[in-house]
């Protein structure tokens, strides 16, 4: 069993920053992807980054690219959003996902995780 907790989140101007926080509790195996989902009421989930564990290597979507970056802590089971530049396009509630099987090409669909977290606000103000 594994159990995700978001923090972070939080208003912000445009052109702001703010960090997120995915503490993870319980075995997250080494070939896990955990990634970062958001939705706007009314909106689809979209994916917004993900990492693989072991490699370490990161997903974006285009729309965040540049401007948000992934990052993991694996000795305190953390992974993190920093986001920069933020639009107000970027506001919706933020969702860290975990999963364990690589059955999309980018990691950034809903279907390829297992373990979500309760969400984490952010809004963005023009």
């Known amino acids: 069993q594994v159990q995700l907790v978001e923090s972070g989140g939080g208003s912000v101007q445009a052109g702001g920053s703010l960090r997120l926080s995915c503490v993870a509790s319980g075995y997250l195996p080494n070939y896990a992807y955990i990634a970062w989902f958001r939705q706007a009421p009314g909106k689809e989930r979209d994916g917004v980054a993900a990492i693989h564990s072991s490699s370490a290597n990161t997903y974006y979507a285009d729309s965040v690219k540049g401007r948000f970056t992934i990052s993991q802590d694996n000795a305190k089971n953390t992974v993190y959003l920093q986001m920069n530049s933020l639009k107000p396009e970027d506001t919706a509630m933020y969702y860290c996902?975990?999963?364990?099987?690589?059955?999309?090409?980018?990691?950034?669909?809903?279907?390829?995780?297992?373990?979500w977290g309760q969400g984490t606000q952010v809004t963005v103000s023009s």
């Open positions: 996902a975990a999963g364990f099987m690589a059955r999309s090409v980018n990691h950034l669909e809903s279907m390829q995780y297992k373990y």
